[in-house]
């Protein structure tokens, strides 16, 4: 392919996704509103629900109102992304695209809840919150890996109700083969209880332990104190359990909202601090989720960082309040969180923003965002037809992933590759949400421009191959099907424009020509950022 072509560049800046932004704007005279295509649509596809009520209203104060609703590309795209981490296929492009029922939005987000890639994306980003890693400085090594990554992935296929799942993580006792909820006291970065509290406290209620009064600190470590470990004979396994040497007497406890409690010496502290969590009445439980829910869905949290919320009280956290009663009501499911999120218009709505926003009103459009590394590169090996392979010499024995396994159900966060460290996968040592950087790159951007393997991706591409073939008879059905491969939509007017004039003037073979459409549009931000 022909990349130094000066004709060919310039197409590769029209295609950028903030010049496309700005095409096919149409004027709808009886609203003056202006809709721009094919990212807009004119009319609310999706009825109003609790959480749209609560956010009008707040942006009402700042005399906002929620952006335009997203089009059918741009939604099946996005909500693709944000519940499987999975690209759609063009078919279902097709099939979504053409399906004339009203509810067809409620309908898919019900399909893609059910899909195993949901579980998948979403024990992702559990195991960079549970700091799922075989080696240092976590050390679960990789049996311990293994049997912990396929119980939290069963416990979200499963759709296990939020309370029950971190009441098993913090009363759980024996060998972390055997029992992989006990992984969790071996992964919390050290092994005294001002360390595990610190994990739970980071965790599960969204608040740094360090920064809390130092006598708080010590209250919360009390209930962590008779944690202990032991090895056993086979290799690396360790057994997690509770001292059996009990206090004589009765002690006195204080959860970290100041009430106490009274613990018996045959008590289990731990199961009476997980019971005092996940009560309804917890200040922190239920905003902690419903507020990492939200950032993971949304773009940003209602309170940030998520990690990060203790005594903040931000404008809008309403919001939060609505969705922790919503979670108690629906006994801690966590889908009904997510299909509340999903079905609203608040998320439904475009990513452009209509002028300058105040810096309060963090409702008023979707955010774009980069793809997550393991999402951008299991994108990149669908489009070539081949996985990505991954290997770890250390520690022994060998561990080989095989190519047929998606990124995303990548278990360990020791293994890795060059491409998910320059993509900003996070090495999973601290579980804090900011391990993770979205954030784009100028070695990014070079390795995408270019990457000999992204090259080859484009040329091995059995799903591109069709459109390569389709060229000498169908050159519009073969441009098609490379825009649904890789932007999950149809060009536009001006689009097909600016393809016709580089097919008339590059100079190029035809199939080259095609092959440089791919490689620009694969550049574009609208390929490598969710919108």
Same mark, same amino acid.
């Given at each position: ?204 209620? /969204?608040?740094?332990?360090?920064? *809390?009064?130092? %006598? ?29 040497? =009990? ?63 203790? %005594? ?9 309040? *609505? ?16 299909? *509340? ?78 491409? *998910?460290?320059?993509? /900003? ?5 601290? /579980? ?60 536009? %007017? ?15 073979? =035809? ?21």
């Amino acid at each position: 392919m022909s990349w130094e072509k000066s004709n060919f560049f310039k197409f590769l800046k029209e295609t950028m996704f903030l010049a496309m932004i700005l095409l096919s704007v149409y004027v709808f005279p009886q609203t003056g509103q202006t809709i721009i295509k094919p990212y807009e649509d004119d009319k609310w596809p999706t009825p109003e629900n609790i959480i749209d009520t609560q956010i009008v209203k707040f942006l009402s104060n700042y005399g906002q109102k929620l952006r335009n609703p997203c089009s059918d590309y741009v939604f099946i795209r996005r909500v693709y992304l944000d519940v499987t981490g999975t690209l759609p296929k063009p078919e279902e492009i097709d099939a979504f695209i053409n399906d004339k029922r009203p509810d067809k939005r409620r309908i898919l987000i019900d399909e893609l809840l059910d899909r195993d890639e949901y579980a998948m994306y979403w024990t992702m980003k559990w195991c960079d919150l549970l700091r799922v890693k075989s080696e240092y400085p976590i050390n679960l090594w990789p049996n311990a890996v293994q049997a912990y990554y396929q119980w939290i992935y069963q416990k979200i296929r499963e759709n296990q109700p939020y309370d029950k799942f971190v009441r098993e993580l913090l009363t759980s006792s024996g060998s972390n083969f055997r029992v992989p909820a006990v992984n969790f006291y071996r992964a919390t970065g050290g092994r005294d209880p001002s360390s595990i509290a610190k994990a739970v406290a980071l965790t599960f209620m /969204g608040i740094r332990f360090e920064k *809390l009064p130092e %006598q708080q600190q010590k209250n919360m470590s009390a209930f962590f104190s008779r944690v202990s470990y032991k090895k056993t004979s086979e290799w690396k396994e360790e057994i997690v359990y509770l001292n059996p040497e =009990t206090p004589e007497k009765s002690i006195k406890l204080v959860f970290p909202d100041g009430k106490t409690v009274e613990i018996s010496p045959q008590e289990d502290e731990r199961k009476i601090f997980a019971d005092w969590l996940i009560s309804p009445n917890n200040p922190y439980f239920n905003k902690n989720i419903v507020n990492r829910i939200w950032a993971y869905l949304m773009g940003q949290g209602v309170i940030s960082p998520v990690d990060d919320i203790f %005594q903040k009280n931000p404008p809008g956290t309403e919001i939060l309040e *609505l969705l922790s009663k919503e979670l108690t009501k629906s006994n801690y499911d966590l889908k009904h969180i997510y299909r *509340l999120i999903l079905n609203s218009r608040t998320y439904q709505q475009s990513s452009i923003p209509a002028g300058k926003q105040h810096p309060d009103t963090n409702f008023a459009y979707y955010k774009v965002r980069q793809m997550e590394a393991e999402v951008l590169l299991d994108a990149l090996c669908w489009l070539s037809g081949e996985g990505e392979g991954y290997v770890s010499q250390i520690p022994e024995p060998s561990t080989y992933i095989p190519k047929e396994n998606r990124t995303i159900a990548l278990a360990d966060g020791s293994i890795t590759s060059s491409f *998910l460290m320059t993509f /900003g996968r996070p090495s999973r040592d601290t /579980g804090l949400d900011s391990e993770r950087n979205n954030k784009p790159t100028d070695k990014q951007r070079l390795y995408m421009l270019n990457s000999t393997d992204i090259q080859k991706k484009i040329r091995s591409s059995p799903i591109l191959r069709k459109a390569f073939s389709q060229v000498w008879k169908n050159r519009t059905e073969a441009i098609n099907t490379i825009y649904k491969v890789i932007l999950s939509r149809l060009p536009t %007017q001006e689009e097909i424009s600016i393809i016709e004039e580089y097919f008339n003037n590059s100079g190029l073979r =035809t199939d080259q020509v095609v092959g440089d459409i791919a490689w620009a549009l694969l550049n574009s931000k609208e390929f490598i950022f969710k919108h």
